[in-house]
């Protein structure tokens, strides 16, 4: 009888064991189908959140990017907004509205508002809108959406248009010369384009007159256009449309201050300059007509300066003017080494000389430092060193 109770027990304790690890599979199947399931929910809301991020960063980039455009409205309540400060600016500092200009503007913002910012960007300023804001674009097509002009699709119309403007003129210039030349003309009569005391527009000013991005190519090709007008003979027109091109800047010559001329008993002109180089200080006297004689300190300067060099440094202002043997010098000079000597009678002789020649000479002779005092000096030593730089050696022991 026991054994049988036994097997029994054995099968009802195995069926029950059957019995409980169905419900056990089964729960730990949907434990995993609900964590399966989690998971890719998760995934999904990841994988959504992650797409709703990159769209609002890829339309911030493309609204960072894009160029602001200005209304006419927004332009107009700037202005008003500008005329309404420059009034109040130009009463503060006593002065008359009407005439108070952008110079007077920045000058009472420096004396208002003082700052001691080194970034020029951060300081105070106030413009007119027009310097601020940039210019915008009028509209280049019809209401039938055809484009106004014929290199519309170019992309750069303004710039392509420009070039083809000039590149017209240019041919009209060369027929002309050519029917001149064959009609046995004299070509050297007319007149040529003065460019002294102005230079080609920068590419942002270029940019900014044809409200257009141009590239280095496109620029550097267009004022190589611009140049072979300065080759040929141009009429007032061509001359007028160069002109376009080119901003005026102050000559530096012209606030040189020259000698006059002064005559001696004989009648002879002469002009008198001083020059300083280092400790050496020099007074030049430049007679208009002569041989080439040049005295310093009564002697002669081959025996004066013995130094190659320093005679080609008394010689060079002669030598850029070519003048050498068309004036007399006489010089006087104290302090300083012969170097400096020299350095300082060749500054005299160039003051000296812009008394017989014309400005475009002196702005010549400017460009070439002939006008410019150099600055340098021998440097200090300083204490604890063995000379102006150099250190003492080093030792270990």
């Known amino acids: 009888m026991a054994a049988p109770c036994v097997f029994c027990g054995a099968a009802g304790f195995y069926r029950f064991f059957l019995r409980s690890r169905v419900p056990l599979a089964q729960r730990q199947g949907i434990w995993k189908a609900a964590a399966a399931a989690e998971l890719q929910t998760g995934t999904r809301s990841q994988i959504v959140r992650l797409k709703h991020v990159t769209v609002v960063t890829t339309k911030k980039n493309v609204a960072a990017s894009r160029h602001e455009m200005y209304t006419a409205d ?85 710039y392509y248009s420009l070039m083809h403007e000039a590149y017209g003129k240019l041919l009209d210039i060369e027929k002309r010369q050519n029917q001149l030349q064959a009609e046995g003309l004299d070509l050297e009569k007319t007149k040529t384009k003065d460019l002294i005391g102005s230079r080609w527009l920068i590419k942002e000013e270029l940019e900014e007159m044809l409200v257009e ?73 430049v007679y208009e007509r002569g041989n080439g004689k040049i005295k310093v300190n009564g002697v002669d300067y081959l025996l004066y300066f013995p130094v190659t060099q320093d005679r080609e440094q008394l010689m060079f202002p002669f030598h850029f003017l070519d003048r050498l043997g068309k004036h007399d010098v006489n010089c006087t000079v104290s302090g300083g080494g012969r170097s400096a000597q020299a350095g300082a009678i060749r500054l005299a002789t160039a003051k000296a000389l812009c008394s017989f020649v014309t400005e475009d000479e002196v702005e010549w002779m400017r460009q070439a430092g002939l006008l410019t005092t150099d600055p340098r000096v021998r440097e200090r030593k300083k204490p604890g060193q063995e000379g102006a730089r150099r250190k003492f050696t080093w030792k270990k022991r």
């Open 74 to 158: 927004f332009i107009k309540k700037q202005l008003e907004e500008f005329n309404i400060g420059k009034r109040h600016l130009a009463n503060m500092m006593g002065e008359d509205p009407e005439t108070f200009s952008q110079e007077d503007i920045d000058r009472a913002i420096v004396y208002l508002f003082p700052s001691g910012l080194f970034e020029k960007r951060a300081r105070p300023v106030m413009k007119h809108p027009d310097h601020i804001f940039p210019k915008q674009r009028a509209i280049q097509w019809g209401e039938d959406g055809r484009p106004f002009h014929f290199l519309f699709y170019t992309g750069k119309q303004s």
């Open 213 to 285: 991005k141009l590239s280095d190519q496109d620029y550097t090709q267009f004022i190589r256009l611009l140049e072979r007008f300065s080759t040929l003979r141009c009429g007032a027109a061509e001359e007028e449309f160069v002109q376009r091109f080119r901003k005026s800047i102050a000559i530096q010559s012209k606030k040189q201050l020259i000698e006059p001329l002064q005559y001696d008993d004989q009648g002879m002109a002469f002009s008198r300059s001083e020059g300083k180089r280092k400790s050496a200080k020099a007074e030049v006297v």
